[in-house]
């Protein structure tokens, strides 16, 4: 099976940067993926890291250390609407290799 | 707007009920998948379909079955209603199986009383 890590919360101010880091293990592992979720929405997909790196769009991050079982969305320059819940993901490669599981979610406050 | 729709937003029943969830993928996908998320919890994986067929099956109780059909839009039943599986439920699409870039509906919300 699988498991995920992520801090439950955190809270930055606008304009600043956070980092929410993701720890995992699985028993195999193809790649990392990151969602956001605002309140009651539907979950959007950010970012997909398969090699180790640091991959980036826009104001938004992410990083991979497979050695580690190890990544982080980094988010940059932050605004208000950035309030949102974030998800890591793995998919399950153990069974069926088509499911995605994903961790508790990090809930991102952004105060003025 | 993902182009994933889900239907009816709101859903509100009693204990012992059966309800449907119906879900429509983005044109051109042919995997849909199923999560419940309840209250400050993460997303749970139900059940995948990729074009009519049962891929991947998750937590999903014997209670609960879903199936896809021959226009690729799915639905999620839910029988004997307990007070515990109020949740949003999403429905999710992609083009492929086995891919992590999905695309979630808008979830209905189960209330049940």
């Known amino acids: 099976g699988q498991s995920l890590e992520q801090p439950s919360e955190v809270t930055a101010v606008e304009g600043a940067i956070v980092q929410i880091n993701c720890t995992y293990q699985?028993?195999?592992?193809?790649?990392l993926s990151w969602y956001q979720q605002h309140d009651g929405g539907a979950p959007t997909f950010l970012s997909y890291?398969?090699?180790?790196g640091l991959e980036e769009t826009g104001r938004f991050s992410s990083f991979l250390s497979r050695s580690d079982s190890y990544g982080y969305l980094l988010l940059q320059e932050l605004q208000m609407k950035d309030s949102a819940s974030y998800f890591c993901?793995?998919?399950?490669?153990?069974?069926?290799?088509?499911?995605?599981?994903f961790g508790s979610g990090t809930q991102l406050t952004v105060l003025p | 707007d993902s182009g994933v729709t889900q239907t009816p937003k709101h859903l509100i029943t009693a204990t012992g009920q059966r309800v449907t969830l119906r879900c429509s993928p983005r044109?051109?996908?042919?995997?849909v998948y199923w999560y419940q998320q309840s209250l400050d919890q993460g997303l749970q994986f139900l059940i995948q379909?990729?074009?009519?067929?049962?891929?991947a099956k998750g937590n999903i109780l014997e209670r609960f079955s879903a199936q896809q059909f021959p226009d690729l839009h799915s639905e999620l039943n839910l029988s004997s209603l307990e007070l515990g599986d109020s949740a949003l439920y999403f429905c999710?699409?992609?083009?492929?199986?086995?891919?992590?870039?999905?695309?979630f509906g808008p979830g209905t919300r189960l209330t049940v009383l």
């Open positions: 044109s051109g996908d042919l995997s």
């Open positions: 999710a699409s992609s083009l492929r199986t086995g891919t992590d870039t999905q695309y």
């Open positions: 379909y990729y074009n009519g067929e049962e891929r």
């Open positions: 699985t028993s195999g592992f193809y790649g």
């Open positions: 890291n398969a090699l180790d």
């Open positions: 993901a793995v998919r399950d490669v153990s069974g069926s290799a088509r499911q995605l599981t």
